[in-house]
């Protein structure tokens, strides 16, 4: 617990806490990148996703002071934009999974052979394989944006969504193998 507390996230939330010029914004610089990847792919909206933005910058200045350094800053402010998101979607009444993807299947291993690097080798894959990420559910692009753009471990993921390491190596398997059903289809080739 000593190295979080005497971590660069220690001097960045003792700044903003105590007023310093320049430190919330510093924090908001810090981790804007991770607040649009989660709440863009939820609500896929950008009008929607920046006001979520904001109300989630404006939801951690209101309670950094319950911030309790048990997990890493980055985790703590994920789990808010999660949670902003959430309601959002709660609110708007989209659905977060496709019907029957409950996340109950244990996947335990996600490596499948498939490399998403490889397909995006070239722009038109790149391209189809943005357009498929799209079509999937909200909960499944968030988890693929956290893992894969944000390079979250399963840990951390499972402290910003509160889903269970199993479940989120679940939805992680079922989105790639989605993923490569589609390329497959799309090209003719076999990813």
Known sequence: MDDIR???DRELVDAVL???PGAFERLIREYQGLCWHIIQRMARNPEDARELCQDTFLRVHQCLHQYRYESALKSWIGRVAYTIALRHLQHKRVPLVEHGDDGDALVENIGDGFDLEVACADEETAQQLHAAIESLPPLQRTL??????EETSI???A???GLASGTIKS???RSRLRLRGVLETR???AA
Not at 144 to 149: A, E, N, R, S, V
Request: net charge positive; hydrophobic share 40%; glycine share 4%.
């Open 171 to 173: 939805h992680l398997f």
């Open 144 to 149: 693929l944006t956290l893992y894969y753009l």
């Open 187 to 189: 090209t003719g080739v």
């Open 159 to 161: 402290r910003i969504t």
């Open 6 to 8: 005497s971590s660069p």
């Open 155 to 157: 840990p951390e993921i």
């Open 18 to 20: 105590a007023n310093r």
